[in-house]
């Protein structure tokens, strides 16, 4: 009698559902008898158009807002738990409308693919577990008529925990004779879960935490003060490389662990930051499995596997690149963002978030402190520590006691007169790096480029090979003998000679890893030298292994692009070289400078860390430019400075807010065409306190077959922008040979 009445009060409910795949389609649904956990966030399956679909839960409706009793039932939960938290749901809504996206987009960050089509199964396995030993007798009978079940039983009684997994007794092959075992009594088949761990292979030992300096101690205070009393201003802790940043978090984040509290740790591209994920495996090793780890490399097994042991609250600690931030995190207590000011934290395809503002915001959802941690902060959050709304925390000595290293500048306009110059690598740094090898002390050589060498160009005309689909110089890469187009992966034979003028003194120009490793073989015949770059590490935990290798001395001199300027610690470098200083410098893009001074102080760290002291030198065209000559004396505050005052002198970020419109379309006119309409209209809707840019070809004007026509925003918040635009792109009505995309914050402007 009570299921009924039960049954009855809830079949008068509904529920709000958007539908997924359908452009933020929401459908009300009744919720049948027996679907008592449907709620805020479940997943669910709903009849449609006479098949089936699935959705998620938005919210519940009260029974008077319901259409009559005509509303078809749901047809299934497909979680008992819902798989969004309300938090998340908040979150996935606020997002939605500050980066003008579907909320179904934002919900596909939080729940991934493999979760969300509850496709991988949790994987088991069979184990054979001995639970009768048969006498002498028997077992000779056993053996007589059934061999291979004798020789399971013998097996499985050697095993110290008599027990075996079938996959150990011979597979499939071993299923019948241990299923007559189990008939007989001597078996029991079990099934078992396997944890699919992407980091399964390696082993971590325990680290134990370090006695912290002053610096250290005070702000290690300050997290945990704010972690135990739910304070989510977040915290700012500018602290020099080498400063002791990663022990300060480990602690923090063991502190709020044994308060019973999740932690969130984000990080740059996890692939860039072996040895952090690994820093924070050995730290918490005796607590096994408290540590997930969530990266794009993982397999869909793999990434299931860790959502559900973080759901279910096994892995306390959560660590990954932007994306992690909507790990589903159980009492979240803590949030750490490693490198804040990294640009992989913005994602460059729709939905185009920024991971560090969205983890301060879900901070303040869920009462959870927030530690933004930089060498280089980004200057969104220096202003935000000037004004207040930030509590800046600084660390400026190196924890190791040591110096930061000397920087040179070398002018290579004046270098590249001198006779015995290689091109690429100037006289000055050539000995430097022999007096290093002599020493038997470790080189690490920055080129932020891929590639044999740039582009092809001719000497005679100018002339430069370009890709057909995106109008950009095509790269020589050396392996394959072939031009390549970095945007979208068009591959080109490399001409004879050049096809404007046909001369033959067409060649390459430029340098690329590939070519300065030759150069380099050449110079240092007797040197180990290994070339890190985007094409050797293609391999899964390539870049690991590498890296291992060179912490283990088996390597002398390591040449690469940005990769290996993030967060690694040698203590045997002692000297960088940074081979070209200028590339990104001569881009059109308010934050370059913001972006070279971070990348030179960045690499710049990675000398000198052990006992030896460190020297950078730095090869550049430009060598007045504010960012090298602030970053050669280590001075963050003095950039920050300049570089404040010219942003709010031209009104840049962070004294405003910036968003790029695109319109791309196969056909050049129409992409012009739509955009110069648009832009029409939103003139006369748009406040005045919104300037618009003219509507032009975007700086890459032509990009996977399509012309692309842009024009940017700048705004006082954010929020006028996205409204507006994004409504008057909806009223268009584009077809499909036309798309219109808005990036709201934006961080790239090509
Ligand atoms: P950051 O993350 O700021 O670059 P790390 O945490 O990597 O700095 O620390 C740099 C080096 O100093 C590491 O080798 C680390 O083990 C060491 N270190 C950090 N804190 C201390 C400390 N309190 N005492 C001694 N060594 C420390
Ligand atoms: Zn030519
Ligand atoms: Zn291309």
């Known amino acids: 009698m009570q299921g ?37 966030g479940s997943r669910v399956e709903v009849p449609l158009r006479g098949r089936g679909a699935t959705g998620t839960v938005l919210c519940l409706v009260p029974p008077e807002a319901q259409w009559g009793g005509s509303l078809r039932p749901l047809r299934r939960l497909v979680n008992e738990e819902p798989v969004v938290s309300p938090v998340l749901m908040d979150l996935a809504e606020w997002a939605s409308r500050y980066y003008a996206v579907p909320v179904e987009q934002m919900i596909r960050c939080i729940v991934p693919e493999p979760v969300r089509q509850e496709r991988h199964e949790e994987k088991t396995r069979k184990i054979a577990v001995l639970t009768n030993w048969p006498d002498d007798d028997k077992l000779n009978k056993i053996n007589s008529r059934a061999p291979r079940q004798a020789h399971i039983l013998r097996y499985l009684h050697r095993t110290t925990e008599k027990r075996a997994p079938l996959a150990d007794l011979g597979g499939t092959a071993a299923l019948n004779p241990c299923r007559a075992l189990e008939k007989q009594g001597f078996v029991r088949i079990e099934e078992e879960n396997v944890h699919r761990d992407p980091a399964g292979e390696e082993t971590f030992a325990q680290s134990e935490p370090l006695q912290l300096n002053d610096e250290q101690e005070l702000v290690l205070k300050a997290v945990l003060t704010a972690t135990d009393a739910g304070d989510s201003k977040p915290m700012l802790l500018q602290g020099v490389t080498g400063s002791g940043k990663t022990e300060v978090y480990l602690q923090a984040a063991q502190h709020a662990m044994e308060q019973g509290k999740g932690v969130l740790i984000l990080v740059p591209e996890i692939s860039l930051t072996p040895q952090t994920m690994a820093r924070f495996k050995s730290r918490f090793a005796e607590h096994q499995g408290s540590v997930a780890i969530l990266h794009s490399a993982m397999s869909d097994g793999e990434r299931f596997d860790e959502w559900h042991s973080i759901r279910r609250g096994k892995a306390r600690i959560a660590i990954g690149p932007r994306s992690a931030l909507f790990a589903p995190v159980q009492n979240l207590g803590l949030i750490i963002v490693d490198e804040e000011h990294d640009g992989s934290y913005k994602q460059e395809n729709s939905p185009r978030y920024h991971g560090r503002d969205l983890a301060v915001l879900r901070a303040r959802m869920e009462g959870a402190a927030i530690l933004l941690g930089s060498a280089t902060p980004s200057l969104e959050s220096l202003q935000n520590a000037r004004i207040g709304k930030y509590t800046l925390l600084r660390m400026d000595k190196r924890a190791d006691g040591q110096h930061l290293p000397l920087t040179r500048v070398l002018d290579m306009r004046t270098e590249a007169k001198d006779k015995r110059n290689l091109g690429i690598l100037s006289e000055r740094l050539r000995m430097a790096i022999e007096d290093r090898l002599r020493k038997q002390q470790q080189v690490i050589l920055l080129l932020n480029r891929r590639g044999f060498a740039r582009a092809l160009q001719c000497p005679d005309c100018g002339h430069v090979a370009h890709c057909e689909h995106c109008a950009l110089p095509m790269t020589y890469h050396a392996t394959e003998n072939r031009l390549v187009c970095h945007l979208c992966g068009f591959r080109a034979v490399v001409p004879l000679c050049c096809p404007e003028c046909s001369s033959n003194n067409i060649l390459l120009e430029g340098y690329g890893t590939q070519k300065v490793e030759a150069v380099l073989r050449r110079c240092f015949p007797q040197a180990r030298l290994q070339r890190v770059d985007a094409d050797v590490t293609t391999r899964k935990n390539a870049l690991r292994d590498i890296l291992n290798d060179f912490r283990a001395g088996k390597t002398d001199i390591l040449l690469g692009t940005q990769m290996i300027a993030k967060g690694l610690d040698f203590p045997r470098v002692t000297l960088v070289g940074v081979l070209n200083a200028d590339l990104g410098l001569n881009i059109p893009d308010p934050r370059a400078a913001e972006r070279t001074f971070q990348l030179l102080t960045q690499v710049a760290g990675r000398a000198g860390r052990g006992e030896l002291d460190g020297e950078v030198i730095v090869q550049t065209y430009s060598p007045q430019s504010c960012a090298i000559q602030f970053a050669r004396r280590h001075d963050t505050d003095g950039f920050a400075e300049n570089e404040l005052g010219l942003r709010r002198q031209f009104d840049f970020p962070p004294f405003c807010h910036m968003a790029v419109l695109t319109v791309r379309s196969p056909q050049e006119e129409m992409a012009r065409f739509s955009l110069e309409t648009l832009h029409k209209r939103l003139m006369s809707k748009l406040p005045p306190q919104v300037q618009v840019s003219d509507p032009l070809p975007a700086p890459i004007a032509r990009a996977y077959g399509q012309f692309r026509y842009q024009c940017t925003f700048k705004a006082p918040s954010a929020r006028i ?23 709201i914050d934006a961080y790239s402007f090509m």
């Not at 008898?33 to 709620?39: E, L």
């Not at 922008?721 to 792109?729: H, R």
């Not at 499909?736 to 995309?741: G, P, Q, S, V």
């Open 721 to 743: 922008i996205a409204d507006i635009v994004s409504a008057e792109i909806a009223a268009m009505q584009f077809g499909d040979e036309i798309i219109a995309t808005l990036d």
């Open 4 to 40: 009924l009445f039960a049954e009855e009060s809830l079949s008068c409910r509904a529920a709000r559902v958007l539908v997924d795949g359908l452009n933020d389609m929401v459908l009300d649904y009744a919720i049948p008898p027996g679907m008592d956990g449907v709620t805020r």
